[in-house]
Structures are given as structure tokens and as C-alpha cells.
């Protein structure tokens, strides 16, 4: 009968096989997967003390599909520009959210960059235009305001342009640094969960494992990518956050107009720096689907609540304010009505075609702004 194992070696052999399991799994993360950028499939941010978050400079991330989303070392989803305006450059410095940084497709598709290739397309000889896409995903028009206080105006523009997504900016209530989000490992999360205890044991895992960041990234799939097929296929996350955003577009009443104020308080903080700069600053409304597509209206109203819906809001009431306000606006609301297809298939964003098409409205209503 031969000998057991001494009982060191019974009870030590296991754990030790683990650990060696593994390393070899953490070589082979390594070896294979030796990047690993943020957990959610989006760009990649960065605290920031006036913005609660930015994208950070030089970051990479992904969108659905794929997609790159890198910045360039000023934190713009953009080509590389320099701070200095270059001789004989006309700069326009957009600001705006998801909408406006192009988010699910590519760099060169979103309707900056589109912008951008059209005005230099008909320029007159010598005039060159350049388009600072500024935007970042998540953020309202508080932080529209700070960034161009704090870095937008350092860009020298000759022209400020707001793209302002009616769905999240309308009636945004934020208005101070610390209501912001801030970003961990290049995620966007609340101040509150960032200050947990937990949080700091995760991010420690994640900087250090290879092996946690994979199991992490399998546990927590982006429940925000919606694949459609027509324009009236709808998941049930799609639906959900379109439900959150239908109160938008509900009649005109006190209520509403006290909602709005904020968020012309602070385009109207915009306006005031430009004019100091002696620059224009203009708006453009960008529609969300909810007020354009009607099997999705079908599906988030009932018959007998219709009434209690005008689908022209919020953009009636942001067009008095802001002219009341002297800023010129743009309400790309008709544009997109006038057009059969489907562009909202894209998560809850456009598709190129729906960037394509803002550019193209956006450049001939620019014109008499330009030189």
C-alpha cells in the first residue's frame, strides 16, 4: 500500500494549483487581449473639475458593432487641431451630447465632420472652415456652459454653434459641479457610487487583472444597444427609454415653462461669453424619434392619453425663448419630418444618413452667418 501524501502537501496542493491556473489564465489575458479599455461599450472619459466628466485625451473605446471611439489630445472626438486658430481658418467650436459626437457611428460620419467637408466644399478660393467637435456624451447644457467658459473659448472660434438634443436638454434641471456624474476607469458613474467602498476593491481588480476585467465585461453586457431591423421593431429597453423622454413633448403649460428655464439659463450664460468675445453664438434643435415616428407613438400612448401630447414641443417653446434671447435658431423638427426614411436605427441615435442629412440643413442655414 503506498504511503498517503503528507498532510502539508493535501491541504497546501490545491490553492497552489489555483494560483498557478491563475497566472497562466492572467498570461494568457495578457497575451491576447492586452488592452482592455472601459467596461461600458462607449468612448472613454475622464473626471474633469468644471464637467463632472470629459473624454479623455487620447482615449479609445468602441461603440456597438464595433465602431472606434478615440480622442484626440484635446478630448474631441475630432481630428487632431491646434489650440491656436491657424492663419485664414474661419473656426466654428460645436458643442452638443451623444447626438453631436456621432455616437454609434463613425468619426468621419458625424454630422460636424460632415459639416466640416461641406462648407470647405463650397468655399471660395483662399477660405478655409474648420469644425471643433467639442460634444461628449451624457452631457446637458450646464456643462455645454462650462466647457466653453473653462476650455472652449481658449480654441479662438469665430462661431459657436449648440447642438441641443430636445430628449435630454429641454428641461435639464442640473446646475452645479457636484450634481454631475464623474468617471471611474474611463465609465461614467454617480459621485455616490464612486465614494462607495466597493468601488475602490473594483477598481483596484480592474487595473491590476486581466482576468477580472474579462469577467467583469461579461457581467455587465451595455443593455443600451438596440439592433432594429424596421423602424417599427422595438425592444423592450428601447421602449423604456423613450417612455422616460415622452413627457417632452407634452402640451404647453406653466409647468413647462417653468421646467425649461434652466436650461435657457444656460445657453443664455453661453451667449453672454460669446458676445463678450464679440463671436455669434446659434442653436440648432436636433427631434428625437418620439415626435416623429408614429408606430413608436402607438406603442408609448395610449389612444385616450393622445391629447394630452403636442408634438411640436419642446421645440415651440425653446424657439420664443431663445429669440427672445436674440440667439438665431435652427429647428431641424420639418427637416426630418419631410423625410420618409427610417434614422433613428442606430441605438437611439441617428444614422449617418440622419447626420448626412442635419449637416446638409445645417450648412445652407449657415450661410448668411459666414464670411
Known sequence: MKPSPPLAFRLLAPPIAAVITLLL??????????????????????????TGFRLKPHGIGYFQNGIPAVANGHGHRDDEVSLEKPPGVFRILVLGDSFTVGANVRQEEAYPQVLERLLNANAASGRRFEVVNTAVGG?????????????????????VLVGFFVGNDAYNPLDAVDELPTAVLGRRVSRRAASQPLTAV????????????????RATPHALVFTRTRCDAFTEEYLAVQRERLSNHLRRDAEREALVANSVAQIERIRQLTAADGIPL?????PDENQLNPALQDRLIPADERDRYDFDMPQTLLRERFAALGIPTLDLLPVFRQDPRCLYM????????GHLL????????????LP
Do not use: C, K
Not at 29 to 39: D, E, G, S, V
Open 25 to 50: 489564465l492572467e498570461g494568457l489575458l495578457a497575451w491576447f487581449w492586452p488592452t482592455p479599455f472601459a467596461i461600458e461599450r462607449n468612448m472613454y472619459y475622464e473626471p474633469d473639475p468644471y
Open 358 to 369: 442635419a449637416a446638409q440643413a445645417i450648412a445652407v442655414w449657415l450661410d448668411s452667418y
Open 282 to 286: 446659434l442653436i440648432v434643435l436636433l
Open 139 to 159: 452631457w446637458e447644457p450646464f456643462q455645454y456652459a462650462q466647457y466653453y467658459e473653462h476650455y472652449g473659448r481658449a480654441f479662438e472660434p469665430d462661431l
Open 346 to 353: 442606430n441605438d437611439t441615435h441617428w444614422t449617418p444618413e
Open 202 to 217: 473594483r477598481v483596484f481588480l480592474l487595473e491590476h487583472s486581466h482576468l477580472a476585467r474579462r469577467l467583469f465585461q
